[in-house]
């Protein structure tokens, strides 16, 4: 059904097959770094193998929360996971800036997407297409949310990052996930331009033959916090990556994104892009990796109304989808410095009140305090993330 889905994974597997001595091993030090992440900041489910686990499991949550980012690709629905169709009809289902990765869906999508959507009490997305998406196939208001990593300051970030530079010096971060050689002469010229080194995050989602030759550094020993401590400490960042924009944002830096798929069509994930510069009213940033590089950098770039708009997008979403999370976070005792200091009283974006439920072994919950805007008191919630965190075998997806 999703050939080019099959063959891109086939791909990959291929590549790194043939390349087992050289990607293999770099990968190898990369995924501990990520490992030792995972460990120092992740509380994880334990791990089901089925749906039928995964909804059984479900008698232990007062909630199962999905999000953000392409958890919603027309691949990701065909294979039924972040659907949240596994879900019983009386456990809180929640979208948090859930993506449909494209403008559209096939037509013969549609039905399931309406199914699923109509029993998700929670909507919020992440791009203006997907609002116009939900009320189209569901008939329902999704509100727009910031993705979850806007929601934390540049400095609210620092708490997982390394203090130090991780690289030394002034440099050009390259952070690609795709095959564009047009990017890395683009980041050459841009070397060339301003005698910056480039640092170069290589094959990160697949071996990619572009990536080998062009870099001064090619650090492999690089998790999560040390990918924030290398945006915050760049003099340029080059992406052709969502959230690589996002954080260049969020630090202010001077940076240039290219598009990864370059031609329109169901596999395109393009939108994201052009919801995000378009909410903020960021301009200039987008690329092809032909153009000049001075008249580049002399496109201006005003943080300051950027930043204002992020600030009103932030203080929207406090009001609505996030803060009922962050409040049932601090109740599980998370300190309040790990949310954001603009978290304040709010009220769920509520489509529709979950029905009322009894639960073996305990009381009913208070359907009362559900139907009014707020989780229903159970034990706790369950997040169904990109990361695979309280999934059952996940399907693939397109990250970045």
Request: aromatic letters at 10%; proline letters at 7%; charged letters at 25%.
């Amino acid at each position: 059904m999703f050939t080019g889905t099959i063959l891109r994974i086939v791909g990959k597997k291929v590549r790194r097959s043939l390349h087992r001595e050289t990607f293999g091993k770099n990968l190898a030090v990369r995924s501990r770094k990520f490992l030792e992440f995972q460990k120092a900041h992740f509380r994880l489910s334990p791990v089901w193998h089925s749906r039928e686990e995964l909804t059984r499991a479900c008698a232990e949550y007062s909630s199962v929360l999905v999000g953000s980012d392409q958890l919603w690709l027309p691949s990701n629905i065909d294979a039924d996971y972040y659907t949240l169709t596994w879900v019983p009809d009386g456990v809180n289902k929640i979208a948090y800036a859930t993506s449909f990765g494209t403008n559209f869906l096939p037509d013969w999508l549609v039905p399931r997407a309406r199914a699923f959507l109509s029993r998700i009490q929670y909507l919020s997305v992440r791009e203006k297409s997907a609002v116009e998406m939900v009320r189209s196939y569901a008939g329902l208001d999704a509100r727009l949310v910031c993705d979850p990593t806007l929601l934390f300051t540049a400095e609210e970030w620092m708490c997982i990052q390394p203090p130090e530079p991780v690289v030394r010096g002034d440099y050009i971060l390259c952070y690609f996930l795709g095959n564009n050689t047009a990017d890395r002469r683009f980041a050459c010229r841009l070397r060339e331009k301003t005698g910056c080194k480039i640092v170069a995050l290589l094959h990160l989602d697949e071996y990619i033959r572009a990536d080998e030759g062009y870099a001064d550094e090619t650090p492999f020993d690089v998790g999560p916090g040390e990918l924030l401590n290398l945006i915050r400490n760049a003099r340029y960042i080059v992406t052709d990556s969502f959230h690589g924009s996002v954080f260049s944002i969020l630090n202010r830096k001077t940076f240039f994104t290219s598009r990864r798929i370059r031609k329109e069509g169901l596999l395109c994930t393009n939108n994201r892009l052009d919801s995000l510069f378009e909410t903020l009213g960021v301009t200039g940033r987008l690329i092809t990796g032909e153009e000049d590089v001075e008249e580049c950098l002399a496109r201006p770039l005003d943080y300051e109304p950027i930043h204002r708009n992020l600030a009103r997008l932030r203080e929207s979403t406090s009001g609505g989808a996030f803060t009922p999370i962050a409040e049932y976070v601090l109740k599980q005792g998370a300190p309040s410095s790990a949310l954001p200091s603009w978290t304040a009283s709010g009220t769920w974006p509520m489509s529709r009140p979950p029905p009322p439920v009894s639960w073996p072994g305990s009381a009913a919950p208070n359907t009362s305090r559900a139907r009014s805007g707020t989780p229903s008191p159970r034990p706790k919630s369950c997040w169904t993330r990109g990361s695979g965190s309280a999934s059952a075998a996940p399907p693939a997806r397109s990250g970045g």
